[in-house]
């Protein structure tokens, strides 16, 4: 315990900055939102040669680091969400863009944490991640896994093609390979004495947001809940298996829970646009058809009335 203690006190800010996995930014939460910390991951993010040069080129403060078109909606999305009464943990979620030193336009998303500090006051905890290059890891990573869940059922599916196993898209499995795969997977969940479920989320009026904002701007909505799907669901099995439609088969309890935080999270990408997630859930029995629960769960969820249904 007192190793652990000492190693922790040689932990320093500037090794912190220096060495954390992401991008933290840290800034006040009030008129002025003073920028108090940035981690080194937020300079490289900004192409910025230091954190004095970032906090030169930025003003010194988070309303000038957004894309000024961007910052009102912004900010009244992150206090319209610490005002949510079932918001626990005072958190936040918001994409935005930002402009680097060198002229690039990035759009990056933001999670967020609000915090009262007895010494220095209340305060903004911001961990940024670039889109773009967000995408290009998860890209990576789910060629990775697609191939590694391929060569499982291989002697089951020499013919099927590895691409047919993942979603173009968004880099989830796709429909062919939750029918592939599905029934083994939780069969493994039933084998570590855990309790499978099916959820079944469907993106309500994605037609008109692509009317509204291009195809390109829907592709970039749905790439981004099926991230959030990801960050929700993790050790679970996600596919796309409609335009509009992503089936999850996972092993998680508090599913209530996960299922508001993560349609919130939907919801304030975008303050103007009408999206909204129905999900409709299902217990897994021990005798099952995949077919059979993927149905009931599709059922449970067009069951619900959405608000474009009132």
């Given at each position: 315990m007192q190793n652990t203690q000492n190693m922790q006190n040689k932990i320093t800010i500037e090794k912190l900055a220096a060495n954390l996995p992401g991008t933290l930014l840290v800034y006040k939460a009030d008129e002025s939102e003073e920028i108090i910390f940035v981690s080194d991951g937020v300079v490289n993010l900004f192409e910025c040669e230091s954190a004095d040069d970032f906090l030169k080129f930025t003003g010194g403060s988070f309303l000038t680091l957004v894309y000024p078109e961007d910052?009102?909606?912004?900010?009244?999305?992150?206090?319209?969400?610490?005002?949510n009464p079932e918001n626990t943990f005072a958190d936040d979620y918001v994409q935005y863009r930002v402009i680097t030193k060198s002229g690039k336009i990035k759009t990056v998303e933001d999670w967020g944490r609000f915090v009262h500090d007895p010494e220095l006051g209340d305060l903004y905890y911001v961990y940024l991640n670039d889109?773009?290059?967000?995408?290009?890891?998860?890209?990576?990573?789910?060629?990775?896994?697609?191939?590694?869940?391929?060569?499982?059922?291989?002697?089951?599916n020499a013919q099927v093609p590895n691409a047919e196993m993942t979603d173009k898209l968004t880099g989830l499995a796709s429909e062919h390979a939750l029918r592939t795969l599905g029934e083994s997977f939780i069969a493994r969940i039933f084998d570590i004495g855990m309790q499978p479920s099916i959820v079944h989320f469907h993106v309500q009026n994605l037609l008109s947001y692509d009317e509204a904002y291009g195809l390109e701007g829907g592709n970039r909505m749905m790439k981004s809940i099926a991230r959030i799907l990801q960050d929700t669901f993790t050790n679970s099995l996600i596919a796309r298996t409609e335009n509009d439609r992503f089936v999850v088969i996972t092993s998680k309890e508090d599913l209530p829970e996960r299922i508001s935080k993560m349609t919130a999270r939907v919801s304030s990408m975008r303050k103007d646009a009408n999206v909204e997630i129905k999900a409709g859930t299902c217990r897994i029995p021990k005798k099952f058809k995949l077919e059979d629960i993927c149905n009931d769960a599709k059922n449970a969820c067009d069951s619900i009335r959405s608000d474009y249904q009132k």
């Open positions: 910052i009102e909606d912004v900010n009244s999305v992150i206090r319209a969400q610490l005002k889109i773009a290059e967000g995408e290009r890891l998860s890209r990576i990573a789910s060629t990775k896994t697609s191939k590694k869940l391929h060569a499982k059922d291989s002697k089951n």
